[in-house]
């Protein structure tokens, strides 16, 4: 249910904050191998300026994300609910910034990136705060910049699972509603793109993965 990112929460010592904390590198291992996330990502850089700032929402262990866009020479902040995860990004991708943050209570100013990631990062937010997170996520762009973000569309609302063999609680909309939940924040959504992926890990599952990218009109 997810990819190499973390995941927000609700604040430190939230499920989703303990749930990543206990996976930690564990995950990144399990999601090493997602190619349509690493597509994504160079869908990203061909599209990104020299020297953008970019905004990584659950950054996870910072790989492959964060630092995919810092080894292309980008300015990345990356913000996530778990403090080991925090922690490893830091040591992994030392060119980057990183902030053990709930996204929910970061301020941000508007136009202030040239991009937002979002992979995998709202599984765990109620499905009102999943909209109002890509809408605020969505005025901290500049004029033309791009968001890209990804989820497992499937729908389903405050739903215990097993991720991984630890306890999470989902929320999350199908392919159709997710791709027109970023329309309405305002993003012109450009490419879309669906994948099965089942990860590295004893207790992985198939899950079903898709991969949004726009840019703010």
């Known amino acids: 249910m997810g990819d190499n990112q973390g995941r927000t929460g609700d604040g430190n010592g939230s499920p ?16 090493a191998a997602s190619a349509a996330h690493r597509e994504s990502l160079e869908r990203l850089l061909t599209d990104l300026a020299p020297g953008s700032r970019v905004l990584d929402v659950g950054s996870g262990t910072g790989r492959p994300t964060a630092q995919t866009l810092t080894d292309a020479g980008h300015r990345v902040l990356g ?20 902030r053990c943050a709930d996204i929910r209570d970061l301020p941000l100013a508007e136009g202030e990136f040239d991009a937002v990631c979002v992979y995998f990062s709202l599984l765990q937010l109620e499905r009102g705060e999943q909209v109002e997170l890509v809408e605020r996520l969505a005025r901290s762009l500049r004029p033309g910049g791009l968001l890209v973000a990804a989820t497992v569309p499937v729908d389903v609302a405050g739903v215990d699972a097993e991720f991984m063999g630890q306890p999470v609680r989902v929320s999350s909309f199908g392919a159709e509603e997710f791709t027109a939940l970023v329309a309405r924040a305002g993003i012109a959504v450009e490419w879309t793109h669906s994948a099965l992926f089942t990860p590295e890990h004893p207790a992985g599952a198939p899950e079903p993965h898709v991969f949004v990218h726009g840019r703010h009109i």
């Open 79 to 98: 913000v996530d609910v778990s403090p080991v995860m925090t922690a490893l990004a830091a040591r992994q991708v030392p060119g980057a910034e990183f």
């Open 16 to 31: 989703a904050a303990a749930v990543f904390d206990a996976l930690g590198a564990e995950y990144e291992r399990a999601f």
